[in-house]
């Protein structure tokens, strides 16, 4: 402004200055532009050093796992001596390339791509399959969750080889179950890797004591051992929270240091290794070896451990800065590391048993003695916190028992402990070190575990690539052949194993699945039993506006799992007692496959039946990572929807005699936002809302213009003064108190069912129920204004 007016005057009064201040004019657009260019440089640097800080956290809580394996991997491909100097290059070769292909190639690049929303691990690859194909086992799902925005999803040509995939798939229940058992099998791999990581990580780091004490016996290391697990998972309480600012430096320290461990070794003894880098000594490796060189494969298997956890712990983390991290740091240190260790053995045959220590030069022995303690205990932490989230995930989609789930943190959701599978984890950890003693033939089990997750990830991510993705056909053969090529070749080499520990995964694994599937075809029968014997409308309606019983005053918030309809239970109830509360809200909490449901878009509400007899439903919708529990403010925000529900009821042109749920045109959601303005405490909820069945007197008819203007505004007149009326109404209600109404279903096989289903549901899944948190507990509700009906 003071610009243009300098240049007015100027022009009044000397040309001269005018033509000055026409040039600095004309400089402005230049200072401008070169001002946008500094900001944007500057943006760009800040967002360079985030990308730089957050690649480096990355590395404590993703890479771990990954980075320990140098610890054990030479000792598990020869547990005997090595008989030719050339197996050790022909080893370090497959090394090099296993961890090309299927850490760098496949998953860092590949993999990581396919996260929902972040999230990684077979349950977020399962639920993105979910949402672009209809394959989810509890068909509990509405039109009206698609409209979430978390409920991204991409929609494909009816020809596409997309559409033939999906239409095959959701053809038969036996296919739609066929996928869940292949992702619960991951997911038991998972969780065996949470049992198998720390046993021989923290086995193979205690071990470097024996190394300077050769008269130590192996029970003291294992004890050693025995006493950082106990301490490990004691500590799990606490959180990651407190202490996770420690693990990043702690696994860039040891990258660094087993890097340059690994030079030193190459230049001292012999840098003739190098030329594994070339694939002919895989060749040469299998043809000298015949047998024995294939079934080194299983120990060669755990220089990739680690790598489906880094895809299970992505949830903290973009994708480019796990890429950066993996691609500047991990990689090349672990390509030196065991080039290191090659080449120390080249020239140290006889110490292959505790090769990663007696390559360590003496001076630096203790120091970094410490750092690969420290550095198991950080890759230990990574599998069990990825263990805790997996579990979280089975829970929310109705694949595990009810338990504890505990939130560590108030900065990240992600991080969560699990008391019950924490100790669960840690009995089988310290029974696998203490059974072993040995690194061999844990390291036999953890491979076989290892394999089965990557095979599961490889099929899914086929799918993923068709119905998400819907690459072109040839790229998702090149994708799968490859993978499945590499995979199968390691997967064969384990099964040599499974006697000599491989069948401890397997084990585990088989008890874990038995756990979940029962859980589920349990939780599946019962939601079937509950919507064909769900109450119809019409025995609803012929109860009348008291429903046939004395309403007293309050509200009852009746629990269910449906999501339409009206509950057995609710019948069971009103026909049992004499009296029902004056306001009835069915609550069905109810978990999508989805990463997690915006606080705005978490509630559903709608009318049952006519207004007097103020009934409801309530539908609150969670995704996999979000906790109920920690949702204090549940009831409030509740009924802050169910009155907003009834503001906007009003507002409804028309009415639905349907069960169905509807979403507003865009008039009422111009006035809702009007409505969100004046709501009180200033919260900010969605209710998407229709009536069921509307009472006969709001039903105006319209016969003539002049009359229906007339109608119109007299209808509103009495639309305004009964939501005033029904909003006193409840709100009277609510002060009036509050009771929780939980049902309990007995589920029994019937008695023509087969045996196995018999024992499944009567004893295992009962059972299962009886050891099981309560629904009360889950949906934290207050055990003063508790009422049970069984």
């Given at each position: 402004m003071e610009m243009t007016s300098r240049i007015e005057m100027d022009e009044d009064n000397d040309n001269r200055g005018s033509m000055w201040d026409l040039d600095q004019k004309l400089d402005q657009p230049m200072d401008e532009e070169a001002g946008r260019l500094r900001n944007m440089y500057k943006e760009k640097k800040s967002s360079a050093l985030l990308l730089l800080r957050l690649a480096f956290q990355s590395l404590g809580?993703?890479?771990?796992?990954?980075?320990?394996?140098?610890?054990?991997?030479?000792?598990?491909?020869?547990?005997?001596?090595?008989?030719?100097?050339?197996?050790?290059?022909?080893?370090?070769?497959?090394?090099?390339?296993?961890l090309t292909l299927i850490p760098l190639l496949k998953y860092v690049f590949v993999v990581c791509k396919a996260n929902d929303n972040g999230q990684g691990g077979t349950f977020a690859l399962y639920s993105l399959l979910c949402r672009h194909a209809k394959i989810k086992t509890i068909p509990n799902q509405h039109r009206t969750d698609e409209e979430l925005t978390t409920y991204s999803r991409s929609t494909f040509h009816e020809q596409s080889f997309a559409a033939k995939t999906k239409r095959w798939l959701e053809r038969h229940v036996s296919r739609k179950n066929a996928l869940l058992i292949l992702v619960l099998v991951g997911t038991?791999?998972?969780?065996?890797?949470?049992?198998?990581?720390?046993?021989?990580?923290?086995?193979?780091?205690?071990?470097?004591?024996?190394v300077d004490h050769p008269d130590m016996s192996n029970g003291v290391v294992v004890v050693v051992a025995v006493v950082i697990l106990v301490g490990l998972f004691s500590l799990q309480h606490y959180g990651t929270d407190k202490v996770s600012w420690l693990f990043a430096p702690i696994v860039l320290v040891w990258f660094l240091v087993i890097g340059g461990i690994g030079i030193y070794n190459i230049w001292k003894y012999d840098s003739s290794v190098l030329k594994a880098f070339s694939p002919v000594y895989i060749y040469r490796y299998f043809r000298r070896g015949g047998k024995d060189g294939w079934t080194s494969l299983g120990g060669i298997m755990l220089s990739i451990t680690g790598t489906e956890a880094l895809f299970a712990d992505l949830s903290h983390?973009?994708?480019?800065?796990?890429?950066?991290?993996?691609?500047?740091?991990?990689?090349?240190?672990?390509?030196?590391?065991?080039?290191?260790?090659?080449?120390?053995?080249m020239s140290n045959r006889d110490h292959v048993v505790d090769a990663f220590y007696r390559s360590i030069p003496d001076s630096i022995y203790w120091p970094v003695f410490i750092i690969a303690t420290a550095a198991a205990i950080v890759a230990s932490q990574a599998t069990i916190t990825a263990t805790f989230s997996i579990i979280k995930q089975a829970l929310a989609l109705g694949c595990f028992p009810r338990v504890k789930v505990v939130h560590t943190s108030k900065k990240f959701l992600g991080q969560i402990y699990v008391p019950d599978i924490n100790w669960i984890l840690m009995i089988l950890c310290i029974a696998v070190t203490a059974g072993f003693k040995n690194q061999n033939q844990i390291g036999n089990a953890y491979g076989t575990a290892v394999v089965i997750v990557m095979l599961v990830t490889t099929l899914l991510m086929t799918l993923i690539m068709i119905l998400v993705w819907r690459c072109h056909w040839i790229l998702v053969l090149l994708f799968t052949g490859l993978s499945l090529v590499v995979e199968c070749t390691y997967f064969s080499a384990v099964l040599f194993k499974v006697d000599q520990g491989g069948w401890v995964p397997l084990v585990i694994a088989a008890a874990?699945?038995?756990?979940?599937?029962?859980?589920?075809?349990?939780?599946?029968?019962?939601y079937e039993f509950e919507m064909h014997s769900k109450v119809s409308m019409a025995w609803i309606l012929g109860l009348g506006p008291s429903l046939g019983l004395v309403r007293v005053p309050g509200i009852g918030l009746v629990y269910t799992e449906l999501a339409s309809g009206v509950p057995h239970i609710f019948s069971h109830f009103i026909t049992n007692l004499p009296a029902i509360h004056s306001v009835v809200v069915f609550v069905c909490v109810k978990y999508l496959p989805v990463y997690t449901v915006p606080e705005e878009e978490r509630?559903?509400?709608?009318?049952?039946g006519p207004k007097n007899f103020h009934m409801f439903r309530c539908v609150a919708r969670y995704g996999y990572k979000d906790l109920h529990k920690k949702d204090d403010e549940f009831e409030n925000k509740l009924f802050d929807s169910l009155f907003l529900f009834v503001r906007l009821e009003s507002m409804m042109e028309g009415c639905s005699d349907s069960d169905e749920y509807s979403l507003y045109g865009q008039?009422?959601?111009?006035?809702?936002?009007?409505?969100?303005?004046?709501?009180?405490?200033?919260?900010?909820?969605?209710?998407?809302?229709?009536?069921?069945?509307?009472?006969?007197?709001?039903i105006v008819p319209v016969k003539s213009p002049m009359q229906g203007s007339m109608t119109v505004r007299s209808s509103e007149h009495v639309s305004s003064q009964t939501e005033t009326d029904e909003l006193e109404f409840l709100n009277s209600c609510r002060d009036a108190g509050v009771v929780h109404i939980l049902g309990n279903t007995v589920v029994r096989a019937r008695r023509e069912?087969?045996?196995?289903?018999?024992?499944?549901?009567?004893?295992?899944?009962?059972?299962?129920?009886?050891i099981c948190r309560e629904h009360s507990v889950i949906f934290n509700v207050p055990h003063e204004s508790l009422l049970n009906v069984g």
């Open positions: 809580v993703v890479y771990g796992d990954l980075g320990t394996s140098p610890l054990y991997v030479f000792y598990n491909t020869f547990p005997g001596k090595i008989e030719d100097p050339e197996d050790v290059v022909g080893a370090l070769s497959l090394i090099i390339y296993s038991c791999m998972v969780i065996g890797d949470g049992i198998l990581t720390p046993a021989i990580s923290v086995l193979s780091a205690a071990g470097g004591i024996k983390f973009p994708v480019a800065a796990v890429q950066l991290a993996f691609t500047v740091v991990v990689f090349p240190c672990l390509l030196l590391a065991y080039s290191g260790q090659a080449a120390y053995l874990f699945l038995l756990i979940m599937y029962v859980w589920h075809y349990g939780t599946l029968k019962r509630f559903l509400v709608k009318r049952i008039q009422t959601e111009r006035s809702r936002e009007g409505l969100l303005n004046n709501n009180g405490n200033g919260n900010t909820i969605t209710s998407y809302a229709d009536t069921t069945i509307s009472s006969v007197d709001s069912s087969r045996f196995y289903k018999k024992i499944a549901i009567d004893y295992v899944y009962a059972f299962l129920r009886k």
